[in-house]
């Protein structure tokens, strides 16, 4: 089997694969060959169900974009880590607090 017949086989876990029109796939095994072109449809398949078909790819059906974030993640200390998170969750505070919604206060950090 080459390496185009297992990536359709791996893609056609889809439940969407029969009727999908975007030229690139998180779960294609050959997407570093792929291209994008702007305007052109993206894959909507929920990242959850993207993880769960690719596990064991090698991006684990992430794409590009959010690999390199993951990279960056597992990169990071743990003080760091904690940083970014802090920051992230005060831009949502302060963006929901424009919007007028309340937020319920948790000591959990993620």
């Known amino acids: ?5 297992k990536s359709v086989e791996i893609m056609k ?5 029969e009727d999908c029109s975007a030229p690139f796939c998180p ?6 060959s792929r291209t994008r072109l702007s305007g052109e449809p993206k894959c909507t ?5 993207r993880l769960k078909i690719g ?5 684990g059906g992430m794409t590009k974009r959010e690999w390199s974030a993951k990279l960056k ?5 743990d ?9 992230i969750r005060g831009v949502l505070r302060s963006e ?9 206060k948790s000591s959990k950090v993620a």
């Open 55 to 59: 596990k064991d790819l090698p991006r």
């Open 73 to 77: 993640w597992d990169a990071m200390s």
């Open 96 to 104: 929901h607090t424009k919007k007028g919604v309340k937020i319920k």
């Open 45 to 49: 398949l929920s990242k959850v169900r």
């Open 13 to 17: 876990q889809c439940h969407k694969f």
């Open 1 to 5: 089997m080459t390496l185009e017949q």
């Open 27 to 32: 779960l294609d095994l050959l997407q570093d």
């Open 79 to 87: 003080d760091a880590r904690a940083l970014e998170t802090a920051r």
